[in-house]
């Protein structure tokens, strides 16, 4: 089976995600996508200002630089002595193929991502929107894998609102990819207890983590059988789930915490330790 990952540059969560499709036996990873959000963020900086607050974006850029150095370094001295920190260092320092691009819909990356022949594009930790014609090829098929118990939680930051809203357990779902965002067969979902006194990244690690353990069954089990919408027997331990989405509805969607949200879960935290 032939899979193609996408990922944002900066991604450190997908990182088990991608050591697990690299070290597979049966899954060939033919390239990896690495969506460049750091050139994204500079067409609307205002508007990134206002979404995330000066300190994250601080903590971003001086992220991004150490992450430059680390893979220079890397590079020139290879990188077997160094432990990948993000998915773009596991990418460089395991010698995988990759390429950067400005948008996964754009006529030559859609021809880039044909030219592999992949089975599954697997999406996660992205904020490159998948449109329509990237998510009707006949192949790949594009997957998802999402930190929440679908279809609550849908969004771009699901963990934050959980931990905004006192939650006790979160979760992952991998599941097929369609124009309404986090909607979709689901192929595999499994709840987990989500720790408060752990931080934001901390728990999507978990969380990914997890996944990544289930990730080869569940993509050998969809290259089997497709799209065709039967029940799905959730692989070592998972949650059973229906493959319909008649239940979506009843489910939630959260868009980006303003930095004013970002404070309020800092008082909430706060007063839950007391």
Not at 12 to 28: D, K, N, Y
Not at 131 to 154: F, G, M, T
């Amino acid at each position: 089976m032939r899979v193609a990952m996408l990922t944002n540059l900066t991604a450190r969560a997908s990182l088990p995600v991608l050591q697990r499709l690299a070290t597979s036996t049966e899954i060939e990873l033919v390239h990896v996508y690495f969506f460049d959000t750091v050139t994204s963020s500079r067409k609307r900086p205002l508007s990134i200002l206002h979404q995330f607050g000066w300190k994250k974006i601080v903590s971003k850029v001086g992220q991004s630089m150490l992450g430059k150095l680390r893979t220079m370094f890397g590079r020139r001295f290879g990188g077997t002595w160094l432990a990948p920190r993000s998915t773009y260092e596991g990418a460089v320092f395991g010698q995988l193929p990759w390429s950067i691009t400005a948008d996964i819909n754009s006529t030559a990356t859609r021809e880039h991502l044909r030219q592999f022949d992949a089975d599954v594009l697997l999406v996660c930790v992205c904020k490159n929107i998948l449109k329509s014609d990237v998510l009707q090829l006949a192949r790949p098929k594009c997957i998802n894998i999402h930190p929440s118990l679908l279809p609550n939680y849908r969004g771009p930051t699901p963990t934050f609102w959980m931990l905004y809203h006192g939650e006790s357990q979160t979760g992952y779902t991998i599941h097929c990819m369609t124009e309404k965002i986090d909607q979709g067969e689901t192929l595999a979902q499994r709840p987990l207890p989500l720790d408060r006194q752990k931080s934001e990244p901390m728990i999507e690690l978990q969380v990914f983590t997890a996944a990544a353990s289930v990730l080869e069954e569940t993509l050998l089990k969809f290259n089997r059988r497709g799209f065709a919408s039967i029940a799905t027997e959730a692989p070592q331990g998972g949650v059973a789930v229906r493959s319909d989405t008649a239940h979506v509805a009843t489910g939630s969607y959260h868009t980006y915490p303003t930095p004013a949200d970002r404070r309020e879960l800092k008082k909430r935290l706060m007063k839950r330790l007391r």
